[in-house]
């Protein structure tokens, strides 16, 4: 199940997905304080960009396949909600990318990639 099965409701999809969805600060702070119990990964997503559409699709696929025990997944529209891509920049002191991935752990960022190098098998 993809971020772009627009067929659903929204409730449909958070049950069927494996993505929690960032559209507030508030999200962002809650992924933030659950990195301090489990990995966390966001997943920055330019809606308009092909290839951000295509390294998605892979790696939704990859999760599909098999989810990491011990990681959350967040997912991040960097275009609906640049403030709060700009506040993950300024906080993690990552370089803006897209489609880039951030793990973080106990509230900072312990890894990050972005385009080809997104890959599940990477995650650490």
């Given at each position: 199940?993809?971020?772009?099965?627009?067929?659903?409701?929204?409730?449909e999809?958070?049950?069927?997905?494996?993505?929690?969805?960032?559209?507030?600060?508030?999200?962002?702070?809650?992924?933030?304080?659950?990195?301090?119990?489990?990995?966390?990964?966001?997943?920055k997503?330019?809606?308009?960009?092909?290839?951000?559409?295509?390294?998605l699709?892979?790696?939704?696929?990859?999760?599909?396949?098999?989810?990491?025990?011990?990681?959350?997944?967040?997912?991040?529209?960097?275009?609906?909600?640049?403030?709060?891509?700009?506040?993950?920049?300024?906080?993690?002191?990552?370089?803006?990318?897209?489609?880039?991935?951030?793990v973080?752990?106990?509230?900072v960022?312990?890894?990050?990639?972005?385009?080809?190098?997104?890959?599940?098998?990477?995650?650490?």
């Amino acid at each position: 199940m993809g971020i772009f099965d627009l067929f659903k409701s929204k409730e449909e999809l958070k049950e069927n997905s494996p993505w929690l969805t960032i559209e507030s600060m508030e999200d962002l702070n809650k992924a933030v304080e659950e990195s301090k119990h489990t990995k966390v990964a966001i997943f920055k997503h330019s809606t308009s960009c092909f290839i951000s559409k295509m390294v998605l699709k892979n790696f939704e696929a990859d999760l599909n396949k098999h989810t990491p025990d011990g990681y959350k997944f967040y997912y991040l529209d960097l275009l609906r909600f640049r403030p709060i891509s700009n506040q993950i920049t300024e906080q993690f002191l990552v370089r803006h990318e897209s489609p880039q991935i951030i793990v973080l752990e106990n509230g900072v960022a312990t890894y990050k990639a972005s385009h080809e190098n997104i890959n599940l098998e990477l995650l650490p």
